[in-house]
């Protein structure tokens, strides 16, 4: 491989980290404000330890892992939105992948909208039925 793509690879594994620490900076800080509750559906999420939140919640290890908070973009990155603490909120996984789990994902107010009444209407996991 020629020397100057090495480098240029180099260059870009840098920045790819970089931004890898950012967003669990962005994370971390949008949670605090947060209180630890999912942007979306209002439960309380983890950061590092699955095990006491499960003990906490009465939760199987495998339900507690749909309580992982997680960086979500309110603009998502493909529509341009960046790294910034004001597009970064924290939500847990599960809200988190099936914003995204569609082909065209819903904008973070009308997916808001959508997991707090299907949460009114039991549609939605939550700690109460998210043993199973
Ligand atoms: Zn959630």
């Known amino acids: ?22 967003i669990q900076y962005l994370r971390s800080k949008a949670a605090s404000s947060q209180g630890w509750l999912c942007y979306y559906c209002q439960q309380p999420m983890w950061e590092t330890d699955p095990k006491s939140f499960s003990a906490r919640f009465g939760l199987t290890d495998r339900a507690a892992l749909h309580f992982r908070c997680t960086a ?7 529509d341009g939105g960046r790294d910034t603490e004001e597009n970064v909120v924290a939500a847990c996984r599960y809200c988190n992948g099936n914003r995204h789990k569609s082909k065209r994902p819903k904008d973070a107010v009308s997916y808001m909208e959508l997991v707090r009444s299907r949460m009114k209407q039991g549609r939605w996991r939550s700690r109460g039925t998210g043993g199973r």
């Open 1 to 22: 491989m020629p020397l100057h793509v090495r480098f240029s690879n180099e260059a870009r594994d840098v920045g790819l980290v970089k931004s890898k620490k950012r």
């Open 72 to 78: 979500e973009h309110l603009e998502a990155r493909c």
